[in-house]
């Protein structure tokens, strides 16, 4: 919320939703490029769902979260068009993932490319999970109402996804592992502040 709804919300006055939505333009460009994987199909998904939300706008309960409401119509734009497209890409010889790169053992950085092209090999499922769960810091229980399943299914897709990053990037309990951020800390670790 920004400075001048909070004003208006502590004066009483009602806040305007659509002045809200823009402050989430950019998690929502960043989640929809970790489901699409290119920039140019994010952004048009960025596009198609502040449209969407802007012309339902009244359907958005005030008080409640703006950036979950947005994230779930994101996430059904991103099937409903996969659907409609009837598209993926398969790696049935393991070309995708025998090009992968490996982290030297005599670096304790993993390197961010390396773990974007290891990330965007999880089914999109796990991936929808993490990035909800650990670099967008949504609780078990709002990924799970976003995405329409149960909070176990949640938990599940997460701890999948991480235990397929650690054996691809050759994680061992023992190694240190020191990361650019926190976003991809929280992803590939099982804890920590960022997820709940």
């Given at each position: ?52 939300a802007w012309t339902n706008i009244e359907k ?44 030297p053992d005599h670096d304790g950085h993993l ?86």
């Amino acid at each position: 919320m920004t400075a001048r709804n909070r004003e208006k919300t502590a004066k009483g006055g009602e806040v305007d939703p659509r002045e809200e939505l823009l402050e989430h333009l950019p998690a929502l460009r960043a989640f929809a490029l970790s489901l699409t994987r290119n920039g140019a199909t994010a952004d048009d998904m960025v596009q198609d769902t502040v449209v969407k939300a802007w012309t339902n706008i009244e359907k958005f309960q005030v008080g409640t979260n703006m950036r979950a409401w947005l994230f779930t119509i994101l996430r059904n734009t991103y099937y409903s068009s996969r659907r409609k497209l009837n598209r993926e890409v398969a790696d049935p010889e393991g070309n995708l993932t025998g090009g992968l790169s490996v982290k030297p053992d005599h670096d304790g950085h993993l390197n961010l490319t390396d773990f974007k092209k290891v990330f965007e090999t999880l089914p999109d499922e796990q991936r929808e999970a993490l990035i909800l769960v650990g670099a967008s810091g949504f609780s078990y229980e709002e990924a799970a109402d976003m995405c329409g399943v149960a909070i176990g299914t949640i938990k599940s897709r997460a701890n999948r996804g991480r235990a397929k990053l650690t054996e691809l990037l050759q994680l061992g309990e023992d190694g240190s592992m020191e990361l650019t951020d926190s976003a991809t800390m929280a992803v590939v670790a099982g804890g920590g502040s960022v997820l709940r």
